[in-house]
C-alpha cells in the first residue's frame, strides 16, 4: 500500500492519548516473598493510585492485594518510593491519604500499626523475631520542613495504643536503606546532611541490635562527604555489599565485617548505580555468597549480566546476559531466581523473572498490554554529539515513524527536545507512549543525557557543579543544532519541553537561548531564590552545589532565574502545573506566565488541581500531551489530524492558526 504524502505534524496515528494516559500502568516495588511475587502498579485510570499486586509461587493467581480505599503510597520527601515491604505473608505499607502505616497478614484487611499523627514512613524492612518492622520516619510535627528524619521501629502487633514508634537511629538529617542482617543481629542503613544529595556524599553506618531493636555500638562501614554509597546488601552475615563511586564510578564492593578494607568486585567505568531520587532503588540482588545478578549502564543503556564470585582465587567475573533489552532495575531475589524491572527499545516497562540455571529472562507483567506493530515504532538510537568546551554528551534520538504516511520531499521535520527533570536522571531509552504519540503524527523527538545525568560517571555528573542552567541548556541547544546540522531536524521548528529541573532547563533555554522557537514547561522553575525558602527539605539545599551557597551566591540566582530576564524572552510557551505541588510550588509557573503576557508574547497556562509535582490522573495526562501539541500547531501554523479540545492561547496572532 502506498504512502500518503501529508506534511510532518499532521500523520493520523492510531497512538492516541487515551493509550498513553490509561493504556498502562506504573510498575514499581518488585519484591520476592519465598516464590511468591509482589509489585506496586500505579494505575492513571483510578487516580493515579498505587495498588500492591500479587502472583502466586505457581504463577496461576495474580490478585490485587489492596482494597479501592487503600493507596500504597508515600510522601517522604515528597517523592516517595519504598511504600512496602512483605516478608512470610506480612506486608506493612505507608497509606497515602493518612501517611499511616499499615499490616495485612495472608490476605486479610489492613490494619493500622501506627498512630494518626503529624509522621510519614518509608523503606520498611520486617523483624519477625522482634515483631517489629524498621523504616524511615518523617517528624512534620511543626510547620514548613520536617524537624526531624530518623529510622524508628514499629510493633507489628501493636497494643490497644498505637504509637508513632521507637527511634532506632537517628542524629542525621536524612536516612535510608535499613536492611537487617540474616540473622538479625545487625542493622545496617544509608546517611547523609546537607547540603548534600545522596548521590554526592553518603555514609554507610551498622549497629548491633538489641531486644528491643534499639542500635548499640554504630559504626561507619564506608562513604562520605565526597563518596556515594548505594544500596547496601547484606552478604551473609559476615559481610555486605554495596555501590560506590570512590574510583569516579558506581562500583561493586564487598566488605567482610572482620576486615578493614572493602574489596571492589568490579571494576570498570561504568555505573553499576543510580541516583536515589527515591527509596527502595536498586541495581542488583544477591542470589548467593557467591553470585550476584547486577545491572551497568554503557552509554546511557543499561545490560544484564551475572558477577560470579571467587573467595578463594580474589577473582570476579562480570559476564554479561544477552539481551535485546536496555533497561534493568528494581531488583529482588528469593536465592533462586531474581524479579526485576525490565524495558528496551520495543519492549515496554515490564516485571520479569531472570533463571540463573537456564539463563532465561521472562516476561511476568507488562505495564501495557498494546500491542504496537514494529513498523510503527521509533526506536532509540543512541547518539553523541560535541558541545561547549571540547566535550561530548548524548541523547536518544527517535525519528518521526509512521508507514501510513511520508513527508513532502525536502520537508524536514519538526524536533521536540526533552529535558528530563532532576537534573540528576538520566533519560531511558525504553519504549515510551507518550513519546510515539510524537514520533507516529511526524514528530522527531531527542532525549538528552545532558551534563550532570547519571550513567556515565561522576565527573560527568558533575559537570552540574556550579553551573546548572548552562551546561544543561548548551547541551540541549547542541543537541538540536546537530539534528538540525546533519538534516534529521527542521532549524526553525526546534522546540523544548521538560519537567520540574527539565522544565527550568527549558524556561532558561528560552530565555538565554535563541535556538528554539517554543516550548512546554511542566511544573517547572522559573525563579531560584524563592526556591531557597518555598521547598521540601530533601531539596533545600540542592542548589547549594547546583548553583552555589545562598544568600553568599544571591547574584548567580539572579543571573540564572529566567522571571529576571523575560524581556529576553521571544518565542511562544505553554506551562503545565498542579496546584498541589510542593516540590516547585504553583506561583513559579504563575509568574512566568504573568511576564509573557504582560510582554505581549504568546502564551498559555492550564493548571489542575489535586495534582501534585507530576501528574497522575488519566484525564490531566491525556489534557497535557494534547494540549502542547495543539500549540506548537498553532504556533507553526499545521492543521493536526486529531480532534483536540482548544487551548486558549494569549497574545496569538490569528495568522498563525492552522487552516
Same mark, same amino acid.
Given at each position: 500500500m502506498a504512502k500518503k504524502s501529508a506534511p510532518f505534524g499532521t500523520w493520523k496515528s492510531p497512538i492516541t492519548t487515551d493509550m498513553v494516559a490509561s493504556g498502562g500502568v506504573k510498575l514499581s516495588g518488585v519484591i520476592f516473598d519465598g516464590d511468591d511475587l509482589y509489585w506496586l502498579e500505579g494505575r492513571a485510570a483510578e487516580g493515579g493510585r498505587q495498588v500492591i499486586v500479587h502472583r502466586s509461587a505457581d504463577g496461576d493467581s495474580v490478585r490485587d492485594v489492596l482494597p479501592k480505599e487503600f493507596n500504597a503510597r508515600t510522601t517522604v520527601h515528597e517523592y516517595g518510593g519504598g511504600a512496602f515491604a512483605v516478608s512470610k505473608g506480612t506486608i506493612v505499607f505507608?497509606?497515602?491519604?493518612?501517611?499511616?502505616?499499615?499490616?495485612?497478614?495472608?490476605?486479610?484487611?489492613?490494619?493500622?500499626?501506627?498512630?494518626?499523627?503529624?509522621?510519614?514512613?518509608?523503606?520498611?524492612?520486617?523483624? !519477625?523475631?522482634?515483631?517489629? @518492622?524498621?523504616?524511615?520516619?518523617?517528624? !512534620?510535627?511543626e510547620p514548613g520542613q520536617p524537624t526531624i528524619n530518623a529510622i524508628?521501629?514499629?510493633?507489628?502487633?501493636?497494643?490497644?495504643?498505637?504509637?508513632?514508634?521507637?527511634?532506632?537511629?537517628?542524629?542525621?538529617?536524612?536516612?535510608?536503606?535499613?536492611?537487617?542482617?540474616?540473622?538479625?543481629?545487625?542493622?545496617?542503613?544509608?546517611?547523609?546532611? !546537607?547540603?548534600?544529595?545522596?548521590?554526592?556524599?553518603?555514609?554507610?553506618?551498622?549497629?548491633?541490635?538489641?531486644?528491643?531493636?534499639?542500635?548499640?555500638?554504630?559504626?561507619?562501614?564506608?562513604?562520605?562527604?565526597?563518596? =556515594?554509597?548505594?544500596?547496601?546488601?547484606?552478604?551473609?552475615?559476615?559481610?555486605?555489599?554495596?555501590? =560506590?563511586?570512590?574510583?569516579?564510578?558506581?562500583?561493586?564492593?564487598?566488605?567482610?565485617?572482620?576486615?578493614?578494607?572493602?574489596?571492589?568486585?568490579?571494576?570498570?567505568?561504568?555505573?553499576?548505580?543510580l541516583p536515589?531520587?527515591?527509596?527502595?532503588?536498586? @541495581?542488583?540482588?544477591?542470589? =548467593?555468597?557467591?553470585?550476584?545478578?547486577?545491572?551497568?549502564?554503557?552509554?546511557?543503556?543499561?545490560?544484564?549480566?551475572e558477577l560470579r564470585i571467587d573467595y578463594e582465587q580474589s577473582k570476579h567475573s562480570l559476564?554479561?546476559?544477552?539481551?535485546?533489552?536496555?533497561?534493568?532495575? @528494581?531488583?529482588?531475589?528469593?536465592?533462586?531466581?531474581?524479579?526485576?524491572? @525490565?524495558?528496551?527499545?520495543?519492549?515496554?516497562?515490564?516485571?520479569?523473572?531472570?533463571?540463573?540455571?537456564?539463563?532465561?529472562?521472562?516476561?511476568?507483567?507488562?505495564?501495557?498490554?498494546?500491542?504496537?506493530?514494529p513498523d510503527r515504532i521509533s526506536k532509540a538510537e543512541a547518539i553523541s554529539f560535541d558541545t561547549e568546551n571540547g566535550g561530548i554528551a548524548y541523547a536518544f534520538y527517535y525519528p518521526p515513524v509512521n508507514p501510513d504516511f511520508e513527508a513532502p520531499e525536502a520537508e524536514l521535520p519538526p524536533l521536540l527536545v526533552e529535558s528530563h527533570g532532576g537534573p540528576t536522571a538520566a533519560a531511558s531509552g525504553r519504549l515510551s507512549l507518550s513519546i510515539q504519540y510524537w514520533t507516529s503524527r511526524g514528530y522527531a523527538v531527542v532525549d538528552v543525557n545532558y551534563g550532570g545525568s547519571t550513567g556515565f560517571g561522576r565527573a560527568y555528573r558533575n559537570k552540574l557543579l556550579g553551573n546548572w542552567g548552562i551546561v544543561d541548556v548548551q547541551d540541549c541547544e547542541n543537541a538540536a543544532k546537530y539534528l538540525a546540522r546533519t538534516g534529521r531536524a527542521d532549524i526553525n521548528r526546534l522546540t523544548i519541553t521538560g519537567g520540574s529541573a527539565g522544565g527550568y532547563t527549558t524556561l532558561c533555554a528560552l530565555t538565554f537561548g535563541k535556538t528554539f522557537k517554543a516550548g512546554a514547561s511542566h511544573y517547572g522553575i522559573g525563579e531560584l531564590e524563592s526556591l531557597t525558602g518555598d521547598t521540601h527539605k530533601f531539596e533545600s539545599r540542592y542548589m547549594d552545589n547546583l548553583i552555589g551557597p545562598y544568600p553568599a551566591a544571591k547574584d548567580v540566582y539572579v543571573a540564572r532565574s529566567p522571571i529576571n530576564f523575560t524581556d529576553r524572552l521571544s518565542c511562544p510557551v505553554i506551562f503545565f502545573q498542579g496546584m498541589e505541588d510542593k516540590v516547585v510550588p504553583p506561583n513559579q509557573a504563575e509568574m512566568m506566565v504573568a511576564a509573557l503576557r504582560k510582554k505581549g508574547l504568546p502564551v498559555a497556562y492550564i493548571a489542575y488541581e489535586g495534582e501534585q509535582h507530576g501528574f497522575r490522573k488519566a484525564e490531566?495526562?491525556?489534557?497535557?500531551?494534547?494540549?502542547?501539541?495543539?500549540?506548537?500547531?498553532?504556533?507553526?501554523?499545521?492543521?493536526?489530524?486529531?480532534?483536540?479540545?482548544?487551548?486558549?492561547?494569549?497574545?496569538? =496572532?490569528?495568522?498563525?492558526?492552522?487552516?
Open positions: 505507608a497509606n497515602f491519604a493518612d501517611q499511616r502505616v499499615y499490616k495485612i497478614v495472608n490476605g486479610g484487611a489492613p490494619v493500622a500499626i501506627s498512630a494518626a499523627g503529624p509522621f510519614r514512613y518509608a523503606d520498611f524492612v520486617i523483624d !519477625h523475631n522482634r515483631q517489629l @518492622t524498621f523504616c524511615v520516619q518523617e517528624d !512534620h510535627a524508628v521501629s514499629l510493633p507489628l502487633n501493636p497494643t490497644a495504643t498505637l504509637s508513632n514508634g521507637e527511634y532506632t537511629v537517628c542524629g542525621c538529617e536524612f536516612f535510608s536503606s535499613p536492611r537487617l542482617s540474616p540473622d538479625g543481629r545487625l542493622l545496617s542503613w544509608l546517611s547523609w546532611n !546537607h547540603p548534600n544529595m545522596p548521590w554526592d556524599g553518603t555514609e554507610l553506618w551498622m549497629g548491633n541490635l538489641d531486644k528491643s531493636g534499639m542500635v548499640a555500638e554504630p559504626r561507619k562501614i564506608a562513604g562520605g562527604i565526597a563518596e =556515594s554509597i548505594f544500596q547496601p546488601e547484606w552478604l551473609g552475615n559476615a559481610a555486605i555489599s554495596y555501590v =560506590s563511586d570512590r574510583s569516579g564510578w558506581w562500583n561493586l564492593y564487598q566488605r567482610n565485617l572482620y576486615e578493614d578494607e572493602a574489596q571492589c568486585l568490579a571494576a570498570r567505568e561504568n555505573d553499576f548505580g536515589q531520587w527515591v527509596f527502595g532503588m536498586s @541495581t542488583y540482588a544477591v542470589v =548467593s555468597e557467591d553470585l550476584i545478578v547486577c545491572a551497568y549502564g554503557d552509554q546511557g543503556l543499561w545490560k544484564l549480566a559476564i554479561d546476559i544477552p539481551s535485546d533489552l536496555t533497561d534493568f532495575s @528494581t531488583f529482588s531475589t528469593n536465592g533462586k531466581t531474581v524479579a526485576l524491572l @525490565t524495558g528496551g527499545p520495543a519492549q515496554f516497562n515490564a516485571v520479569a523473572l531472570y533463571d540463573p540455571a537456564r539463563k532465561q529472562l521472562q516476561t511476568v507483567k507488562s505495564a501495557s498490554d498494546i500491542t504496537i506493530s490531566n495526562i491525556k489534557r497535557t500531551i494534547e494540549a502542547e501539541f495543539y500549540f506548537y500547531a498553532r504556533i507553526f501554523g499545521f492543521t493536526p489530524a486529531d480532534e483536540i479540545e482548544p487551548v486558549q492561547i494569549e497574545n496569538l =496572532s490569528p495568522v498563525k492558526a492552522p487552516v
